[in-house]
């Protein structure tokens, strides 16, 4: 079955620290890969998404992931994290079909 | 512009109840998507909606969910004889879709169900 795991479950860091969450699925065929954020309150946005071509792929406030196909894995990084970027963070997966397979989410709390 | 917009953004109801959850998308998106998340777990795919053709129902848990979407736009999601489990937030999504499977997802702010 596929699957997406996150396993970081909650983050916590200081403002300006470094931040990598992984991403790992199972899906073996093509793949597009994306990552979600959710700030309290609101709803789930597209923070940066890859579909082909360079595997690192750059998004939104200065986020940026790296696909690494035989790892299986879709790693998201910021290099100096802010206060502003708290929120819960979704990785997904969608595989030949339609359907987008989302992982359990990674709560960050940035402390200033 | 207008993003998906889900109503009621909460329901409480008793069990056995019949709810129905109702999903605006952006106009011109021609995918829509049922999701729901579960205290704890990750989003889990419900149904969609692509334009005329017949709706992926893949995803819906058992014969008590059901969900239409009219004139290629507005969609119902139905839950008869709600039960404890069905408590979660149920959130639409919609897309361009078509040949475009790349296209992104937009979310609304969900419904947030609690069966008593």
């Known amino acids: 079955a596929q699957s997406v795991s996150q396993h970081n479950h909650h983050v916590i860091l200081s403002e300006a620290a470094s931040l990598e969450l992984g991403c790992n699925y199972s899906y073996g065929g093509t793949v597009n890969l994306f990552w979600y954020v959710q700030y309290p309150g609101q709803h789930l946005q597209l923070l940066l998404k890859y579909f082909s071509g360079d595997p690192l792929v750059k998004g939104i406030k200065g986020f940026e992931a790296e696909f690494i196909k035989s790892k299986f894995s879709f790693n998201l990084r910021k290099p100096s994290v802010q206060w502003s970027d708290t929120a819960e963070y979704f990785c997904?997966?969608?595989?030949?079909?339609?359907?987008?397979?989302f992982g359990t989410g990674t709560r960050l709390t940035v402390i200033p | 512009g207008a993003g998906v917009s889900q109503s009621p953004s909460n329901k409480v109801t008793e069990k056995g109840k019949d709810v129905e959850l109702r999903c605006d998308p952006i106009s011109g998106h021609t995918a829509l998507y049922w999701y729901r998340q579960s205290l704890g777990q990750g989003l889990e795919f419900l149904i969609y909606f692509q334009g005329n053709s017949a709706p992926d129902k893949s995803g819906l848990p058992s014969d008590r969910f059901s969900a239409e979407r009219t004139g290629g736009s507005v969609s119902t999601l139905t839950i008869q004889r709600t039960q404890q489990e069905d408590s979660a937030v149920y959130l639409c999504a919609s897309s361009l879709g078509g040949t475009g499977r790349n296209q992104p997802q937009h979310f609304g702010d969900g419904t947030r169900l609690s069966i008593l």
């Open positions: 997904a997966v969608r595989s030949g079909a339609n359907n987008l397979f």
